[in-house]
């Protein structure tokens, strides 16, 4: 949810089995926040003619690919791959930050130690993805509806603005985030008027979930607050602050 850029060292890990290449500079876009990535590396059986055009992303991203051959019919050694390389790479000291682009709920286990450490992971999967490794992840992105948010922020800069417009999401915000954000503004300080810092909000409705705005077709937790009947929002010396009304 943050815009800067981070100088952190991030390690980006891709079971290019799993996943489409066309989301490859969407992901890029959302790891920025918090550092480089300067480690690129995507497994399968490159084999595979699926594959193709992640075998170009690679020339043309510096991404080191790792082939992976298909040990058992029907299966992938992908996973335990992929596994390894990020113990070694943790193990090192030097990683501040890892991408997981994957839908495989087995690399649940893995988020898991990794965050035992600090570090946080960004996961980047299909909307289909088992809870399990989408709660695991520090936020965890469909790629699906961060393709449309990039687009429509896209978009956006190419049309004029309309004074007093407040954007819009084509995914529905269901009882479950309305729940989270409800307790979140209920833990945190607020002031005499009943009004509590959105940053604040964002970012303890976070400690608690993989929860993240680009999978409501938001840029920033601002323009989500403002679609939200429950939420009254002010600004206040560029700061977002909201009160709950209902």
Request: aromatic share 8%; glycine share 8%.
């Amino acid at each position: 949810m943050a815009s800067e850029v981070q100088s952190g060292n991030v390690a980006l890990l891709i079971d290019a089995d799993n996943v489409s290449a066309v989301h490859f500079d969407a992901v890029l876009t959302v790891l920025a926040e918090f550092g480089t990535v300067n480690i690129r590396r995507a497994y399968g059986n490159w084999k595979k003619p699926a594959l193709k055009r992640w075998e170009a992303i690679a020339v043309e991203q510096a991404i080191m690919t790792q082939q992976q051959f298909d040990l058992t019919k029907g299966k992938n050694a992908t996973d335990m791959k992929m596994t390894i390389d990020a113990m070694d790479l943790m193990a090192t000291g030097r990683i501040t930050g890892f991408g997981l682009m994957s839908s495989d709920s087995d690399f649940t286990p893995l988020v898991t130690r990794i965050r035992q450490d600090g570090i946080p992971v960004y996961g980047f999967g299909s909307a289909k993805t088992p809870l399990a490794f989408q709660n695991a992840c520090t936020r965890f992105i469909d790629l699906e509806q961060l393709e449309k948010t990039q687009k429509k922020s896209s978009a956006a800069l190419d049309e004029p603005a309309v004074p007093g417009a407040d954007p819009q999401s084509d995914t529905p915000v269901g009882p479950e985030l309305k729940t989270l954000l409800i307790d979140a503004y209920g833990s945190v300080k607020r002031d005499e008027k009943g009004f509590a810092r959105l940053a604040d909000v964002g970012r303890l409705a976070g400690n608690r979930s993989s929860f993240d705005v680009r999978n409501y077709g938001f840029k920033r937790l601002s323009d989500l607050a403002r679609t939200l009947d429950y939420f009254k929002v002010e600004t206040r010396d560029g700061e977002s602050w909201i009160k709950r009304i209902r």
